[in-house]
């Protein structure tokens, strides 16, 4: 099978040029006790893939790179009874156990030996299965390494959906879905009337303004320093949208005495300091989005107890994969997360390096690829 292998770091930009991602053969692995192997369908880019190619997430190399994606289970391991194949699935990045702490208190995003697994690029179940052809061990991304054609992967990396739904749509749901919606639902818990400002509209925030819209009497406001993406932000929902330079006033014409929920879905500390002054008296903030590990926020520590105000992290959206995926794909069917916005394109593998540039500089939402190497199919979101 093809993989898109990532062998070093923090390659000069662009991307085009310097080419971090290289499409290698390797032997498709077999399933072990507890795992499965899906054909991939759809795999999308995101901004955490991003990261690991730029040295903000480090990671270790060589790396299969790939998280958010659907296909069809393919085989499945001793052990599995409840995946079948023919199965169409959604691909998850935290693979979790079920019994360790966080998962015992209802919290599996934050799962202990998923998070342990992830870190050293194996999978839940036992070491990387990956290898090159002369046996050089391969990494996996997050338990799944998706931009391939085919990916083992723990059974807790899957969930079972619906066939009927489109590959384009349900590439979407294995971490932007999961991430923006639930750091409004689950994480910030938006109630009716509630008003919600988000930065940064990349798929994660685009994300985050359709669930805040879809709850009743909300006041959603988003931010983003491109026309282009406050646009999208309109067609998603929000009632308002400008650049940072904005953000104070959009919140005082909007809200009576600030935000109720700010959600950071850029990535930056100065950002998630701006936040904190834009929040109402009970005010959250929501931290989304990934900083580099060398960013670190400074601000008022008498806001927080004079206040009331509360910073919160979300890690993949505080989601239950398996109750979560079903329920917003049934909000999708409703209409009310209309996510088709944000499917800006879908390419061959072979444009993945030239993808990273145009992720980087927000010329891109979602782009999807695919393995087949037929037309390319143009989406909405630009």
């Not at 969930?159 to 979407?172: L, S």
């Not at 206040?307 to 995926?325: C, F, K, N, Q, T």
Request: hydrophobic residues 45%; negative net charge.
């Amino acid at each position: 099978m093809r993989a898109a292998v990532l062998r070093a770091a923090d390659l000069p930009v662009p991307y085009a040029g310097s080419n971090p991602l290289s499409l290698e053969t390797v032997p498709v692995p077999e399933p072990r006790a507890g795992e499965v192997l899906v054909r991939i369908a759809r795999a999308s880019l995101c901004h955490s893939d991003l990261s690991v190619i730029n040295g903000s997430r480090v990671r270790p190399l060589p790396m299969a790179l790939g998280h958010e994606a659907t296909g069809v289970v393919e085989r499945v391991g001793d052990g599995v009874s409840d995946v079948r194949t023919g199965d169409h699935v959604v691909l998850v990045f935290v693979p979790a156990c079920g019994s360790c702490r966080a998962c015992s208190s209802g919290r599996p995003a934050l799962c202990y030996r998923g998070a342990e697994a992830n870190g050293s690029g194996d999978l839940l179940h036992g070491p990387a299965l990956l290898r090159t052809v002369d046996g050089e061990r391969i990494n996996h991304h997050l338990g799944v390494s998706a931009f391939a054609e085919y990916a083992v992967v723990a059974r807790e990396s899957v969930v079972v959906i619906d066939d009927d739904v489109p590959f384009d749509i349900a590439a979407m749901f294995g971490c932007a879905a999961l991430t923006g919606i639930g750091a409004v639902l689950n994480t910030a818990a938006v109630t009716e009337g509630q008003s919600v400002v988000v930065f940064g509209l990349g798929a994660v925030g685009l994300m985050s303004v359709m669930a805040a819209a879809q709850v009743t009497g909300t006041t959603v406001i988003a931010i983003d320093p491109l026309p282009s993406k406050q646009e999208l932000g309109l067609r998603c929902g929000a009632q308002h949208a400008g650049s940072p330079d904005d953000a104070a006033d959009l919140v005082r014409q909007s809200t009576d005495g600030g935000a109720d929920v700010v959600i950071e879905a850029v990535g930056s500390a100065r950002v998630m300091e701006a936040g904190l002054q834009l929040l109402a008296r009970g005010g959250a903030l929501v931290s989304v989005g990934l900083p580099h590990p060398d960013q670190e926020i400074s601000t008022q520590a008498l806001q927080f107890a004079g206040m009331g105000r509360r910073l919160l992290g979300s890690y993949m959206g505080d989601a239950v994969p398996e109750r979560d995926i079903p329920a917003y794909l049934d909000l999708w069917r409703q209409g009310l997360l209309p996510v088709e916005l944000l499917h800006t394109d879908t390419r061959p593998l072979a444009d993945l390096n030239e993808s990273l540039d145009a992720l980087a500089e927000g010329r891109v939402v979602r782009r999807i690829f695919t393995l087949d190497e037929g037309p390319v199919t143009v989406g909405t979101a630009s």
